[in-house]
């Protein structure tokens, strides 16, 4: 048997166990009595709670996040009736609010170009059963990632890409995201820059991974600005994408410690091992929907 | 203006915003409408939920926890027909429950030897408002400790201790904790073993520092057995003291790196920084309530 | 171009700018001068230091050691008198020494059951060329690990083991490491015991990763123990084998904490995190001969 | 006994044994023979190696760096004599170089506003023992410091400084650094610009503290723009003082975790342990002789 056909066996059934379960995010002003009427609401379905974690910017006109996960028999067969009869309690508190079904697990595209680390890493944990989403496609500006895309039975596009072809280039790829259903798009290290038309029409479902801890070294060659200035930690940076470059709402972030021995070459080799896990606990929070987006920054629910 | 006369001034007014403030810590078996019901109780007098977390060993037959932090006005002259309210809602479930007013800050005895690192930092950060307690009093088997505790002006007491007076000397420490109405004891480097009866007198009310990350090296000499072993990280552990020695519930746990050209005296040096870290967090954390002892394991609520 | 035809052009040629580098490892007893006489006689052959680390166990009767790398132009040519040369110095200082050629890379035989996460981390950081090996033998007593080694060109040999056969077994895989003629044995999670005939064979030439932070939780299920222990932080420790289980010399160890909602399950997928860059880390240091095995300690220049 | 005087006890009189130690530091251009010439140096005074760590900042045609810590019996009859022979190798080589005696401790002066724990670390490091240096005096633009200085027996100086006065105010702190016989300023959070006459004449010898992992958030509210920002990891940062804000070379930096729920008020408190011990990391390793700046950078022999 082969690589391909163990990957197709392990990872393509979604586990039937999770069936009955979903996840309810909430947003809304603060004020006493949310989580009495959620919890009552889902007591009423015989729901029983099984994670909750909630934040108030402020207990004193602040806004109030919640996300509830949960377990409820025959929960397909309630899900119409449960969000129908919910969108009363989100008018009365002016709620906005989803429900997400573990069995309707996100759909991403994953974009590369010739680093292949991230790519790899996300493909492995996939693998593993440890990221809820179906790998629908990759699409890279090179060649470079075909062979192990493909060795794992997902589509891979081609589509080379340099300034001037921009636009042209965008439309492709949305007519692939489109025909592939895509919920989420994952930049693995793809090193071209996106049109603000692009990245409005995915707002909040471009994933980046930024090799910086940013807000040091934005934009070009941080491996190089971090070796002239002399940092003793270099980091990574995985962030939702918006139209100012690197600017957007920070997800997760980490950092090893280098020294006045390690070379550019070696940042970069220290480096990869951290985008690898940065990015990786991103899309992974992000399929969990443990992210709720405020302004330009996260609420991340561990 | 002397140190000792500023610490008297800024510590030891207990902090009036916070009157309206209070803890509930439930522990049940685990059924759906549990959230429902605490949070509706809670709405019926007006609170508002500032911070809530909870856990449940298993859904299915398992035990629930939560620790929910409120703000409610006027608490002081509410707060008395609210517990005796509760204990409907507690029977019904089979709940143990505890209300914690942060008006009434837990009274804190700590022990010492002659390493005087982590007392140094309780005091500090106490000194800066960061621990929520009133240190009522330090005791020891050395006089070491006196100059600095009396200059925070808290009172020091001296007991010398050895193997043979063992019982004599733990029953001039319990009149002590009595006389000064003590309710946790912190075992800061203290180092003499205490009996059973003392252990039992004080469950889950002494909280101790191991100066290693166990279960690796309990007991006596624990750098020099990591210098003996080679280790290449090591640690230290916060945790309540039963009379399994060094086998009680860990509330908190760290490490720093160390390598082979560090000799014990080093292993000592860069352990007092983690000891120092590890033992203040444990403390916080307990006088926050946000530790639950649920059998030889701790539940700590961040 | 599939992804094994990749992987042989970039991997199986010998960097040749390496071929005027080599590293000296000298063990001696300390006294004043060694250093003097090393580096006069690399000077004598107009060899340029790269990078030299040394350690002395105690400054007054203790152990010298000392790792040199140096570029020295032609080295192929004057090696063997180099080295003939070397042994006037070694007599006269009492000096254990080797000299290591970077153009003579040492062969790996790879030890994997079912769980696979270390043996492909490895196979990755080698693809990428970080790895200063080749790795001649894949052996496992399980199929579950054939696919991948194949696909990346690498012989792989099942032989089944259990407890009864085990001579046999050893047998087998002692004449399968002659055949290949392997240099070092990783045990990448191989879940076998070895008897003292084989560990004695290859000594410091074995390394194993253990999955718990030793001395905690030797022997089987450590991760089991560590969650019923209650333990804060998981670790992993990567050591050469030696006949007392879980005791040889440890290269290296780091840990990532935990807390009261992790299942056995998740301490295993964050302690799978762990081991693949502890025993990475290990793999490395030993390759480039950065590792000297004194007593049951390791000294690792790094 | 008071604090007062057990600190004096304890702390003046430098360590005998340390009379016959010295630290070489040398940079010269990279060529072969310089580790066979300083080491024979060293050895014709049957001086022993204690630990020696070197750098090159490229094989061919670099600049090479080496700190040697050496014992030698009479040292200090030898010294002047040691000194003068050494000025021919320096000649020959193009060497700077610097002999380091550990008992001609350098004097420092701590410089602090009012947010005193940076100094507090300080104090209680070199009351252990910990820091290599003579703490001369304490300058402030605040009384907040003087009880806790003058509890040390450190003579305290309230010098009140705001811009229009900065240059008077200098002249006044260069007289009292000069009379004092200063060699190193700390910066322990003094929040006052310095002009760049001040720092010109102190080049190298100031060490400050930066409030954020440089070169993120250079300048004022660190904190604050952390939060505005989202990030997931805070920092602090040692570094030189030059004349370019918060642009000198990086002695030291950490990190620690936080997220969306700490509040400014909370990052402060964070940052503080964190500043405390990177601050104090750098002080120490400059007082071992263990920094060598080069360019805008530091190489750190640890």
């Known amino acids: ?22 996840r309810l995010l909430v947003k809304c002003p603060d004020q006493p009595g949310i989580v009495a009427v959620l919890s009552s609401f889902l007591f009423n379905y015989n729901a029983n709670i099984i ?69 790899q890493e996300l493909l492995w944990e996939w693998q593993n059963g440890d990221i809820e989403t179906d790998i629908a ?24 890409a340099h300034k001037e072809i921009r636009q042209q280039v965008e439309q492709q790829q949305i007519r692939l995201i489109e025909a ?3 919920d989420l798009l994952i930049l693995a290290r793809y090193m071209q820059i996106l049109t603000p ?3 409005n029409h995915f707002k909040n ?12 070294f934005i934009g070009a060659n941080p491996y190089e600005r971090a070796h002239t200035r002399g940092v003793k930690l270099i980091g990574a940076t995985s962030h939702y994408v918006t139209n100012d470059l690197d600017e957007g709402p920070i997800i997760e972030q980490d950092v090893e410690r280098v020294d006045h021995r390690d070379t550019v070459a070696h940042l970069k080799k220290i480096g990869r ?15 969990e929907n443990r992210i709720i987006v405020e ?3 996260t609420i991340v629910f561990h």
Chains 1, 2, 3, 4 share one sequence.
């Not at 048997?1 to 979903?22: C, F, G, S, Y």
């Not at 091992?273 to 399929?287: D, M, N, P, S, Y």
């Open 180 to 182: 592939y259903d895509v």
């Open 137 to 160: 496609v990759v699409i890279s500006n090179h060649e470079d990632a075909r062979a192990i895309v493909e060795s794992f039975n997902i589509p891979f596009h081609y589509i080379p």
């Open 273 to 287: 091992q951290i985008e690898r896990r940065v990015l990786t606990k991103a899309v992974k929070w992000h399929l």
């Open 295 to 297: 302004g330009n920054k």
């Open 51 to 119: 994670e909750s974690s909630q934040y108030s910017s402020d207990p004193e006109n602040g806004t109030f996040f919640i996300r509830i996960e949960f377990h409820c028999d025959n929960l397909q067969e309630k899900s119409t009736k449960m969000e129908e009869e919910f969108t009363y309690i989100a008018n009365d508190y002016g709620m906005e609010a989803k429900f997400c079904y573990l069995t309707k697990r996100e759909r991403t595209a994953i974009f590369v170009s010739k680093e292949l680390h991230c790519l």
């Open 205 to 216: 479902r471009i994933i980046n991974i930024h090799h910086s801890f940013l807000p040091a």
């Open 1 to 22: 048997m082969t690589v391909k056909h163990q990957v197709k066996a392990i990872l393509r059934e979604p586990d039937m166990h999770l069936e009955n379960r979903a």
């Open 197 to 199: 038309e692009f990245v």
